[in-house]
């Protein structure tokens, strides 16, 4: 059964993934980020295989970069089908090649050993139990299949300890919550506009192309994702490591564990020039905002026995 958190959470995710969908550009963004080569596999890797979208959002946006890709058949499970109306919109083209199902990451209505890949990105961390929601997902992976997970790594970089806080401050102060629900691309441009008119008013720009460059690091697409950090309740706020996800794969019988990043393209905003961290996680400058950063994780399930005999 779904605790009251978990449906809290899916709630705030429904509304920003609602206007992820509504904005093509957003949601292309989004979809490009399924990549046979940031997987691992050769070009066409996903032609013919049966994928488990586990935790697809309201706009799918996994579901369908796989399906475009040539996946046999993409299960996109959420939490109920209350949540899946703009995601059956998007997959309808797909046919019968697409299923929605309603259910969660903690008990899984499939059978052991279901799926050719298991996608699972951003959603332990919003369950009552991570680590039973990690052995479902190694449970219904085939043996020989791929298994990947994206969690928060441990908030010990400047960024995202100063995240915590203003995830506190948001929760405690309504001024700043009510600031924070009201921020958008517009807001952000009016802002500005206030500010050059007084700056104007006072000193020519010293920098050609100054306010045209400022103007470019704020949209939509930026104020959701920050939206979505403080507002989403979590019950494991950045708390986990690699080594420990290591750990976990292992435990349920795979191999091949490894880390992978990204260069992240198509970034219109601020988030660009922190692309490079995103790649380079491991690098001291990346290390010093983002801590442990985003861990990414991919692994092939060697053996049912080796799964059991951990056990």
Request: hydrophobic letters at 40%.
């Amino acid at each position: 059964m779904d605790t009251a958190f978990e449906i809290e959470t899916r709630t705030v995710f429904d509304r920003y993934q609602r206007q992820q969908e509504e904005d093509e550009h957003i949601f292309s963004r989004l979809v490009s980020l399924i990549d046979e080569e940031y997987f691992g596999f050769d070009p066409g890797g996903f032609g013919g295989l049966n994928i488990l979208d586990a935790g697809c959002g309201s706009n799918a946006n996994a579901s369908c970069a796989f399906l475009e890709k040539g996946a046999a058949k993409v299960t996109s499970l959420e939490l109920g089908e209350e949540w899946m109306d703009c995601a059956a919109r998007r997959l309808s083209k797909f046919g019968a090649r697409s299923s929605l199902v309603g259910g969660s990451v903690l008990n899984l209505p499939f059978d052991d050993n279901s799926f050719d890949f298991v996608h699972c990105a951003g959603v332990l961390p919003h369950t009552a139990d991570p680590r039973k929601g990690f052995d479902e997902l190694a449970r219904v992976t085939r043996a020989g299949g791929h298994f990947f997970l994206t969690v928060m790594g441990t908030g010990n970089g400047v960024l995202y300890r100063c995240i915590n806080h203003l995830r506190e401050l948001y929760t405690s102060d309504a001024q700043f919550r009510q600031t924070v629900d009201n921020l958008d691309g517009r807001t952000a441009q009016e802002a500005l506009d206030w500010v050059f008119a007084i700056r104007n008013g006072h000193e020519r720009p010293s920098v050609p192309g100054e306010e045209d460059f400022l103007r470019s690091l704020f949209d939509d697409d930026l104020f959701v994702t920050l939206r979505d950090r403080f507002q989403a309740p979590t019950y494991h706020e950045f708390a986990f490591t690699e080594q420990q996800m290591r750990d976990w794969y292992r435990e349920n019988g795979f191999d091949a564990v490894r880390r992978v990043s990204r260069y992240t393209k198509g970034f219109k905003n601020l988030r660009r020039f922190l692309a490079p961290m995103y790649l380079h996680y491991d690098h001291p400058l990346a290390r010093f905002w983002f801590g442990d950063g985003c861990i990414q994780m991919i692994a092939v399930k060697a053996s049912e026995s080796l799964s059991d005999v951990v056990r």
